[in-house]
């Protein structure tokens, strides 16, 4: 008799469809995004129809998020979440906020390494 294991209901449910599918095959984007980077959503790209279910949840949760949280919040692997996020910059929907400069703060330095933290953790 098959016993009751309450971790294997909170597991979550095996994929469906495959990550390079959502990609079309690519595994590499075109625009260099890091982790950490700080996404915006232009205002035009709001209220928009999208080519897939994948790329219209991206959009949702991008704005002010860096790639790290996008990726968890969407629950995909962050190698396609950069794909799809860079195919978005270059099309300008999308632009990556300057994360650091030489002249940024010891808090937004912390800052922005919690926050990064803090999207790796969800994923």
């Not at 190698?79 to 010891?106: C, F, I, M, P, Y």
């Amino acid at each position: 008799m098959p016993t009751h294991d309450p971790d294997w209901e909170d597991a979550p449910a095996p994929r469906i469809v495959r990550p390079f599918t959502i990609t079309a095959g690519r595994t590499r984007p075109k625009v260099d995004l890091p982790v950490e980077a700080t996404l915006r959503l232009e205002e035009h790209a709001k209220d928009r129809a999208w080519p897939s279910a994948a790329v219209a949840h991206v959009v949702d949760v991008c704005h002010l998020r860096s790639v790290a949280e996008v990726s968890a919040l969407v629950s995909m692997p962050i190698g396609v979440v950069r794909v799809l996020l860079a195919d978005l910059v270059e099309a300008g929907h999308v632009a990556v906020q300057n994360t650091l400069t030489d002249k940024s703060s010891s808090d937004e330095r912390r800052d922005l390494i919690e926050r990064t933290l803090r999207g790796l953790r969800a994923f």
